[in-house]
C-alpha cells in the first residue's frame, strides 16, 4: 500500500534461450544416403527423396508439394513454393539432380497412375507422398542407418544450412535459399 502504481509495469520480461535444432554431420548423412537400399522397390524416390530434401534444404511440406516440373535438372535449380505461396529458385548439386533423373526415368513413370497430379514424389499407390508418409520413410532410413539423433525432417534442413555455412557459404545466400525473411 505505499506505492500507487506499479513500477514494473512497463517492463518487458526477457526472451527465453531458442534452442539449436540437432544437426547431423556430413558422415552421418552420407550413411543415411547409403542406408537406402538397392532391393527396396521403391529406392530410386527414397534417394531422390533424401537427397533433394538434404541438398536443397526443403521443409517437409515442401518437398511433398514439389511438382516435376519445378525441377529443372539442367540448370541445377528446383522452384519451390514456400510459406505463404513465396517463390524461390534454389541451386542444388549434381548428386541430388542424378538421384532426381534415376527415379524421374526408371521409378516415376511405373508409380504414375493418373493421380500424381504432377507431383514429383509418389506412393506405392500412385498418389502424391503426404507429410506423414515422408516422414515414415526418414524414420526408416534413419533406422537402417543406425543413426542413433533423433532426426526429423526438419532435421535435414538445419544440417543442410550448417554444412554450407562451415564449408564458407555466405549467411544472406543461404538465408535465401531456406526461404528465411529474418537473418536470425
Not at 134 to 140: P, R
Not at 152 to 175: C, I, K, N, Y
Amino acid at each position: 500500500g505505499i506505492v500507487k502504481a506499479d513500477p514494473s509495469e512497463k517492463l518487458e520480461s526477457p526472451r527465453g534461450w531458442r534452442r539449436l535444432p540437432d544437426v547431423l554431420t556430413v558422415a552421418e548423412v552420407e550413411k543415411l544416403i547409403d542406408a537406402i537400399s538397392l532391393d527396396d522397390a521403391l529406392a530410386f524416390r527414397d534417394r531422390a527423396l533424401l537427397e533433394l530434401v538434404y541438398g536443397a534444404g526443403l521443409r517437409v511440406s515442401e518437398w511433398c508439394s514439389l511438382e516435376v516440373k519445378d525441377v529443372m535438372l539442367d540448370e541445377l535449380v528446383v522452384r519451390v513454393f514456400g510459406k505463404g505461396g513465396k517463390e524461390r529458385l534454389v541451386p542444388i548439386g549434381r548428386k541430388a539432380s542424378g538421384a532426381v533423373a534415376m527415379y524421374l526415368r526408371e521409378l516415376r513413370p511405373r508409380l504414375e497412375k493418373g493421380k500424381g497430379e504432377g507431383r514429383l514424389f509418389l506412393n506405392s499407390r500412385g498418389t502424391p507422398l503426404q507429410r506423414m508418409t515422408a516422414w515414415t520413410i526418414l524414420k526408416k532410413i534413419v533406422e537402417r542407418a543406425g543413426v542413433t539423433k533423433p532426426v526429423t525432417p526438419h532435421t535435414l534442413r538445419h544440417s543442410f544450412a550448417t554444412h554450407l555455412l562451415e564449408g564458407g557459404a555466405d549467411l544472406r545466400a543461404v538465408q535465401e535459399m531456406l526461404g528465411h525473411a529474418d537473418i536470425s
